[in-house]
């Protein structure tokens, strides 16, 4: 695996989970192993977001994570310190990896809105960065 500072925009992948149609109502499934490319240790999600709220702008230092939009609609924006880019989630069986050490912001949350977030480890506030400045500067201290 690249080292977290290495990271970039183009690392940040959506792909397709399988998904089993059904006549009853939809089906997906995350197991271990493809496509998401980091082994699961937390499982949370956001929902009940009032309408034009965001949720604060961070990067994690070593936390890999998987964003799926359950329901409604979502943007993420990212920013690996040189490059942005905007993703919309809105299909429940599409997932938007995110690797260490990118900036990120959901925002324009839709009404009944629900994000799944997959992560690689457990929580702790001493991988969070949530301050720009800090970020940019730990992105290209040690490159
Ligand atoms: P926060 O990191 O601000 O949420 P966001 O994902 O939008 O950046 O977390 C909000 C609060 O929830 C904060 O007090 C920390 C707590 N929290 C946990 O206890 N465990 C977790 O896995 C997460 C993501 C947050």
Redesign the pocket.
């Known amino acids: 695996m690249r080292p977290t500072n290495e990271s970039g925009i183009d690392d940040c992948r959506l792909f397709d989970f399988s998904k089993i149609s059904d006549p009853r109502g939809n089906l997906t499934v995350i197991e271990p192993g493809q496509p998401i490319p980091f082994a699961i240790e937390?499982v949370?999600w956001?929902y009940d977001v009032p309408g034009g709220e965001h949720?604060?702008?961070?990067a994690c230092r070593t936390t890999h994570e998987c964003f799926v939009s359950l329901s409604g609609a979502l943007d993420v924006t990212l920013d690996d310190g040189t490059r942005q880019r905007v993703v919309t989630l809105n299909r429940s069986f599409c997932g938007l990896y995110v690797p260490p050490m990118i900036w990120r912001r959901?925002e324009n949350f839709s009404t009944n809105a629900v994000c799944l977030?997959l992560?690689s480890t457990?929580?702790s506030?001493n991988d969070?960065v949530?301050d720009i400045k800090t970020f940019r500067r730990d992105k290209f201290s040690t490159l």
């Open positions: 937390r949370y956001i949720r604060d702008a961070r959901m977030v992560a457990s929580y506030e969070y949530r």
